[in-house]
Antibody
Framework: EVQLVESGGGLVQPGGSLRLSCAASGFTFSSYWMHWVRQAPGKGLVWVSRINMDGSDTTYADSVKGRFTISRDNARNTLYLQLNSLRTDDTAVYYC???????WGQGTLVTVS | DVVVAQSPLSLPVTLGQPASISCRSTQGLEFSDGNTYLHWFHQRPGQSPRRLIYKVSNRDSGVPDRFSGSGSGTDFTLKISRVEAEDVGVYYCLQGTHWPFTFGQGTRLEIK
């Protein structure tokens, strides 16, 4: 089955850290850019970060630059997002998205409080 | 950043009637490869977004043909020919031409 499954969300205090993971299956993970998108409670969708196929090119939204780090392990078909120096406005559901934006995970909730 | 403005933000529709959502961007969305990366998504409460339309007018697999997309440049439209109960939720347009990719604010469709 073609799917993305996120994990790693939870409750963390301001200034804390979390590492999100996204396990991909059913497609050739190493052939696609991958993205993280977030959605604050009751709000719209916001792009967070993207990474190219071999991990050599990464880009971030200004709001997370210097605090979040995207990475991938193509051998494990897994995408990561390291979240450091978390702030209350980082509270959101974080979605893993396949390049082409045709496949989204179910999301993992990060609560900073 | 490219701003993408959707309208209306709220759309009450009678079952069986048509609906239309507009998406306007502050910059043209044709990429250097000739493609226009403007996509439409539907999100039901508690669910992930699902892509309906990609590159302006291409329906995704399994999307009913009552959904159609059109437009060019900075002006795009999603149309539903006859709204059904399962169409409720929030619709988003996404521009994937300029980084950072940006979404419209969302249009909440409800049944009157």
């Amino acid at each position: 089955e073609v799917q993305l499954v996120e994990s790693g969300g939870g409750l963390v205090q301001p200034g804390g850290s979390l590492r999100l993971s996204c396990a991909a299956s059913g497609f050739t993970f190493s052939s696609y850019w991958m993205h993280w998108v977030r959605q604050a409670p009751g709000k719209g969708l916001v792009w967070v970060s993207r990474i190219n196929m071999d991990g050599s090119d990464t880009t971030y939204a200004d709001s997370v630059k210097g605090r979040f780090t995207i990475s991938r392990d193509n051998a494990r078909n897994t995408l990561y997002l390291q979240l450091n120096s978390l702030r209350t406005d980082d509270t959101a559901v974080y979605y893993c998205v396949k390049g082409g934006v045709d496949l989204w995970g179910q999301g993992t909730l990060v609560t900073v409080s | 950043d490219v701003v993408v403005a959707q309208s209306p933000l709220s759309l009450p529709v009678t079952l069986g009637q048509p609906a239309s959502i507009s998406c306007r961007s502050t910059q043209g969305l044709e990429f250097s490869d000739g493609n226009t990366y403007l996509h439409w998504f539907h999100q039901r409460p508690g669910q992930s977004p699902r892509r309906l339309i990609y590159k302006v007018s291409n329906r995704d697999s399994g999307v009913p043909d009552r959904f159609s997309g059109s437009g060019s440049g900075t002006d795009f439209t999603l149309k539903i020919s006859r709204v059904e109960a399962e169409d409720v939720g929030v619709y988003y347009c996404l521009q994937g031409t300029h980084w950072p990719f940006t979404f419209g604010q969302g249009t909440r469709l409800e049944i009157k």
